[in-house]
């Protein structure tokens, strides 16, 4: 994290961008905004994803080098987007780090009547649609053996392994009425 950090910081210092303590919005002054565009460097808060309780949950803040651009009645941010995530992953129930990191970033944000832009929301979207659909701790930062604990599986499951089998689920009575039905079909 801390190589990834520095190297954001040290190739926007030499492109002369825009570099700014860590902050909760990245705002742009588009009367500011020069035509040939400028470069914005620095970290939003981890707390600009708000992710629900149960979901990931941020370990860093975002870290971003972008150049940004306005063409038309759009502004485009392009450059380099990166923060660390606490996924749990899907086949060994284990917590494991993960950065998403997005090298080739590309954002296009419709400007409409402001003098002041908020990228903060775009910025926050472009990395939870690069969220892992399945996250395995095999894709962490730190790559984890990640394999199934065999107690768990139920087929071919022994008889010794002292874990219960938890109760049936209580059925859903919708269907009993169609349960009924067929039950009268199958009468003389």
């Given at each position: 994290?801390?190589?990834?950090?520095?190297?954001?910081?040290?190739?926007?210092?030499?492109?002369?961008?825009?570099?700014?303590?860590?902050?909760?919005?990245?705002?742009?002054?588009?009367?500011?905004?020069?035509?040939?565009?400028?470069?914005?460097?620095?970290?939003?808060?981890?707390?600009?994803?708000?992710?629900?309780?149960?979901?990931?949950?941020?370990?860093?803040?975002?870290?971003?080098?972008?150049?940004?651009?306005?063409?038309?009645?759009?502004?485009?941010?392009?450059?380099s987007l990166a923060a660390p995530f606490e996924f749990t992953c899907v086949r060994t129930l284990h917590p494991f780090i993960?950065?998403?990191?997005?090298?080739?970033?590309?954002?296009?944000?419709?400007?409409?009547?402001?003098?002041?832009?908020?990228?903060?929301?775009?910025?926050?979207?472009?990395?939870?649609?690069?969220?892992?659909?399945?996250?395995?701790?095999?894709?962490?930062?730190?790559?984890q053996k990640c394999e199934i604990d065999p107690r768990y599986l139920s087929v071919d499951k022994p008889a010794a392994d002292?874990?219960?089998?938890?109760?049936?689920?209580?059925?859903d009575d919708r269907w009993s009425a169609l349960d009924t039905l067929k039950d009268l079909k199958d009468q003389p």
């Amino acid at each position: 994290m801390v190589l990834c950090r520095s190297f954001l910081w040290l190739g926007a210092a030499r492109r002369g961008a825009t570099i700014r303590a860590m902050q909760r919005h990245l705002k742009i002054d588009l009367a500011g905004l020069p035509e040939e565009g400028k470069s914005f460097a620095g970290e939003l808060t981890g707390e600009i994803f708000d992710l629900p309780e149960g979901d990931a949950r941020t370990v860093g803040p975002l870290e971003y080098d972008l150049r940004v651009q306005r063409l038309g009645s759009e502004l485009l941010l392009t450059g380099s987007l990166a923060a660390p995530f606490e996924f749990t992953c899907v086949r060994t129930l284990h917590p494991f780090i993960q950065t998403i990191r997005l090298d080739g970033a590309a954002i296009s944000i419709e400007i409409g009547n402001e003098a002041e832009i908020d990228a903060t929301e775009a910025l926050r979207e472009e990395i939870l649609i690069h969220f892992p659909v399945d996250p395995r701790c095999e894709e962490g930062d730190v790559p984890q053996k990640c394999e199934i604990d065999p107690r768990y599986l139920s087929v071919d499951k022994p008889a010794a392994d002292a874990l219960p089998t938890p109760p049936r689920a209580a059925g859903d009575d919708r269907w009993s009425a169609l349960d009924t039905l067929k039950d009268l079909k199958d009468q003389p």
